[in-house]
């Protein structure tokens, strides 16, 4: 029998910082959960090493983390250690971002949201760049559009594929919304029996 929850789990500090996000998403109200799709894009630059451009929004993105503290204690430990990752990106902060993230007990519908703004994101959009937008799987681009849908900026996603909004949109709109679900199943857990 395997594993349900494996995919959930972040592999990586970019993965642990999604489901920081999404994690505040679902659980701070609704105009303050606003600020996690702005700041989505912090990821990719702490990824990079550069914190800075996180330090500049540091108002909203402590604010943003805050609430996320107030709305549940026991999201304590991946709110401080998402910030402190997110403005200093570091080996040591990205190891103990993964790990506070892969602690925290969350929903299936948190756990979902995570992987498909994380790592889901990841293959999504690294398949896209591969073979072009036109020729990518549908599967890919139904992963894109629900991603967008949630938490992911739109604009942010043509900027690293490199095209135009307006293509992006009509490629997405033209999927299903639910195609991207059988992307779940594709990895095999490391967790089978």
């Known amino acids: 029998m395997s594993d349900t929850t494996w995919w959930r789990q972040p592999a990586t500090p970019e993965h642990a910082a999604a489901a920081a996000l999404s994690a505040a998403l679902i659980r701070v109200e609704p105009?303050?959960?606003?600020?996690?799709?702005?700041?989505?894009?912090?990821?990719?630059?702490?990824?990079?090493?550069d914190g800075v451009a996180a330090r500049r929004k540091a108002g909203p993105l402590s604010t943003l983390m805050q609430a996320l503290i107030d709305s549940d204690l026991q999201c304590t430990d991946l709110a401080l250690a998402c910030e402190q990752w997110l403005m200093h990106p570091s080996a040591d902060t990205g190891a103990a971002l993964v790990v506070a993230a892969g602690s925290l007990?969350?929903?299936?519908?948190?756990?979902?949201?995570?992987w498909l703004c994380g790592a889901?994101?990841?293959?999504?959009?690294?398949?896209?760049?591969?073979?072009?937008?036109?020729?990518?799987?549908?599967?890919?681009?139904s992963l894109i559009a629900a991603g967008c849908a949630?938490?992911?900026?739109?604009?942010?996603?043509?900027?690293q594929l490199g095209v135009s909004r307006d293509a992006l949109h009509r490629r997405i709109r033209a999927t299903?919304?639910?195609?991207?679900?059988?992307?779940?199943?594709?990895?095999?857990?490391?967790?089978?029996t």
């Open 31 to 49: 105009v303050r959960a606003q600020s996690a799709r702005a700041l989505y894009p912090l990821i990719a630059e702490s990824s990079s090493g």
């Open 105 to 114: 007990e969350t929903s299936p519908k948190e756990k979902e949201l995570a």
């Open 120 to 141: 889901g994101i990841d293959v999504a959009m690294a398949e896209v760049a591969l073979n072009g937008l036109r020729d990518a799987s549908d599967a890919a681009c």
């Open 150 to 159: 949630q938490l992911i900026p739109r604009v942010w996603v043509a900027r």
């Open 176 to 192: 299903g919304a639910d195609d991207w679900r059988h992307l779940l199943g594709a990895f095999a857990s490391p967790c089978t």
